[in-house]
């Protein structure tokens, strides 16, 4: 279920989002990054910050982990394309990956 305030984004809205996050691109209705992390110990210490994150949001990412990294896609399932939560999960992901270095 998606929150009320929760919405698809626009082109103009997405361009944006885009332009604040590090290195995140679209593809198709997804969000994409690959988090590269020291090693297999903080890529899993940087999945459990992430999985509060989105626990908190009510907004689960896809992802997988090889060793050291993490390859993420993030859209809303519920609405059908990339939306607010999912930026906001983008960021926080940004946020536990630089605190992670």
Known sequence: MSAPDNHVLDQDELRAALERLDGWTLEGDRLRKRFELADF?????FMVRVAFDAERLGHHPNWSNVYKTVDVEIWSHDLGGVSALCVELAQAMDDAAASSR
Request: glycine share 0%; proline share 0%.
């Open 41 to 45: 110990r903080a890529a899993i210490a």
